[in-house]
């Protein structure tokens, strides 16, 4: 039979060791943060996209709209990545520096030109926000805003690349010149996350050295980062 003194000291083990592990299991259970960028612009390339980027670095990226803009043939490409400690970092702190989109962004002004209609969303386990706008006047919105159509521009050399390399080879030099152009002015991001297709290019003998050496250079690139 336990003693009182016994009985006591187990009475206060368990008051402060099994609740740290139920408040421990439950934010575990907790899913992740997530923030997801969608523009819709009919006279862009592509039409419409979305960007799904969770805190944990899992991503995914949808787009769809004409191939060429004197193509009449629709096209729509899905990933899934991981996006980069260091760019997931800096789109969840400027997520916290915009509210979280809990209000709107939008400027409000009806005589802007027309860019796109945009729209940030953001959701955890204690809150959501979502926004749409064309411009907005807030600095880490037009941040946030300038981050994600980078990302979409390397996505979508990836989804060409793939496209060219299968249907027209000597196309990919061009897009691997405007690529470097890009990179050189840091419009470039997050390259690693079409390192697939890099590859396949690299060790596709039929490519040229030239524009399988670029690929090299750009991967090579991504990897220093």
């Not at 969770?54 to 490409?77: L, N």
């Amino acid at each position: 039979m336990l003693r009182p003194f016994q009985i006591l000291c187990l009475f206060t083990f368990s008051s402060i060791f099994f609740p740290s592990i139920l408040a421990c299991s439950q934010t575990e259970a907790q899913p992740p943060a997530v923030i997801t960028f969608t523009i819709d612009f009919p006279t862009s390339q592509p039409e419409h996209y979305s960007i799904r980027v969770q805190s944990d670095g899992s991503a995914r990226y949808q787009s769809s709209g004409r191939f060429s803009p004197d193509s009449d043939q629709t096209d729509s490409f899905d990933l899934d990545f991981t996006v980069g400690a260091e760019t997931r970092q800096k789109i969840f702190e400027l997520a916290a520096k915009a509210g979280y989109f809990q209000k709107d962004v939008d400027s409000g002004h009806k005589d802007l030109a027309f860019t796109g209609k945009k729209t940030l969303a953001y959701k955890d386990a204690q809150r959501s926000g979502e926004s749409t706008y064309n411009y907005s006047p807030k600095p880490a919105v037009q941040d946030l805003t300038s981050l994600m159509q980078s990302l979409s521009a390397t996505l979508e050399f990836g989804h060409r690349l793939q496209y060219d390399r299968h249907y027209q080879k000597l196309a990919l030099d061009e897009e691997f010149k405007r690529m470097e152009e890009l990179s050189r002015s840091s419009e470039l991001i997050e390259v690693a996350a079409i390192q697939p297709i890099l590859a396949q290019i690299i060790a596709d003998q039929s490519v040229i050295n030239v524009t399988r050496a670029r690929a090299q250079r750009l991967l090579d690139q991504a990897k220093a980062r």
